[in-house]
């Protein structure tokens, strides 16, 4: 797929404008904090209703505007679909198909499929499991969206779970609060069960294509391999919330049996019951889960070296690319690198042009045109205090 068209209002740091992208390579250049990140960001806030630099949407509407707007025409297969999005910074979000209103905003999720690579993706494989959650999570959104409704759920069960922990713990656990207690539990197994299943499966669909784009980006005789770290599963009694060091001791799930999971599930609540009452928090699911990334016999995290991880994050992001293409009707994603040429070496820089040239629509950020490679260099837009113009013609960015 590709996007015809993009308007943006009072998006970051653009008052307004109106983007004619092509098919094929899009290139934006600019000098640094002009507005090119910012625009890459609403093509893949409006694919994933996310951000890869902020939590939240506030931030990505402009300064002293109470409302932003994006609006994108894509294209595929000779048929075009028009999305729009409005964030409102005082009201409810709104989203818009073709003209009609939709429910929900994530309704719009599955309708533009893009994948992103950024210097910020290094820390799926060096940082927190935050950072592999959200990688993973996203994922089986754009593959499956109606897992957007099934997040959604969870969360909401967690956060009413928590509260209830929290006050059984000031009250002490009485008989009443305990049976509310147990059809919070019957929920939040039965949402976080499938978001379980959904990551196993989907990390197993991923191992081809990793394996595939680390051989042809590292040109390394090594592995990779993606592990699911389940907290159903660990030995140890989770100590707290969000810290880093329970996760070493747990332990890999392999089943993407529903039923499978749901009773491993059951059985450790059971046992962290009191331990639950005690700290007024949900110790066990998927918001505590983590995936470990194998090179080899040796996880990356902590083993690989610097340019191994760059390659291990760029390969995640090419892999789910082809399983995009694999899996979903709308043909190849909407291929996103923001500012990554400027942080690779000559070689590469070669392989990665190679490997994304032939993808329908692919938009590069760079500060200068010199650091992508020629064969990128197609459509090239400049970008400028938040406005954007169409470059005379490639040869003109080609040769500065
Ligand atoms: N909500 C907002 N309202 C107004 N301006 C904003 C908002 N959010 C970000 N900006 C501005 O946008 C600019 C950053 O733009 P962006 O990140 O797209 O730069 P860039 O062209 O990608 O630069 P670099 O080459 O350094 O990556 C900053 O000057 C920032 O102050
Ligand atoms: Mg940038």
């Known amino acids: 797929m590709f996007i015809k068209h993009l308007s943006l209002a009072s998006f970051r740091n653009y008052q307004g ?3 004619a992208l092509q098919p094929g ?12 990140t910012n625009l890459v960001e609403a093509i893949r806030y409006l694919s994933t209703l996310s951000s890869h630099r902020v939590a939240g949407y506030l931030p990505l509407i402009k300064q002293d505007s109470g409302q932003a707007a994006i609006r994108a025409m894509a294209s595929h297969a000779d048929r075009d679909i028009l999305v729009e999005l409005e964030l409102n910074r005082d009201s409810a979000n709104k989203a818009r198909v073709n003209k009609s209103p939709v429910p929900r905003v994530r309704d719009i999720l599955g309708i533009v499929n893009s994948v992103t690579f ?7 494989v060096k940082r927190d499991p935050t950072n592999r959650r959200a990688f993973i999570d996203e994922l089986v959104v754009q593959v499956w969206p109606r897992f957007a409704g099934v997040y959604s759920d969870y969360e909401r ?36 069960s499938e978001i379980i299943a959904a990551r196993v499966d989907l990390v197993e669909r991923l191992r081809p294509h990793l394996f595939e784009a680390y051989q042809s980006i590292a040109i390394a005789n090594n592995e990779p391999r993606i592990l699911v770290k389940s907290s159903l599963l660990g030995t140890k009694i989770p100590s707290g919330w969000g810290d880093d060091d329970d996760v070493e001791d747990l ?18 609540l059971a046992a962290v019951r009191a331990k639950e009452l005690e700290r007024g928090i949900t110790l066990v699911g998927p918001h505590r889960d983590d995936l470990v990334l194998m090179l080899g016999s040796l996880p990356a995290k902590g083993y690989a070296s610097h340019g191994e991880s760059w390659s291990y994050a760029l390969a995640l992001r090419l892999a789910s690319i082809a399983l995009l293409r694999a899996e979903t009707r709308t043909g190849d994603p909407i291929l996103i690198l923001d500012d990554v040429f400027a942080e690779l070496d000559a070689g590469r820089r070669a392989r990665l042009a190679g490997m994304v040239a032939g993808n329908e629509q692919v938009l590069i950020t760079a500060a200068v045109a010199e650091d992508v490679p020629s064969e990128l260099i197609a459509t090239v837009f400049h970008v400028k205090h938040g406005e954007v113009s169409a470059g005379d013609n490639a040869g003109e960015a080609a040769n500065g």
Do not use: C, F, H, M
């Not at 950024?118 to 799926?124: H, M, T, Y």
């Not at 332990?251 to 450790?268: N, V």
């Open 118 to 124: 950024a210097p910020e993706d290094l820390d799926i």
């Open 17 to 19: 404008a109106e983007i």
């Open 251 to 268: 332990e890999y799930i392999q089943t993407a049996d529903r039923a499978e999971i749901e009773a491993l599930y059951s059985d450790k």
């Open 25 to 36: 390579v899009n290139l934006l250049v600019g000098p640094n904090g002009q507005g090119k």
């Open 157 to 192: 069960v967690l956060k009413q779970r928590n509260t209830l922990l929290k006050t059984a713990r000031q009250t002490g656990a009485k008989g009443s609060a305990l049976s509310t207690l147990d059809a919070w539990d019957q929920s939040l197994i039965s949402y976080g």
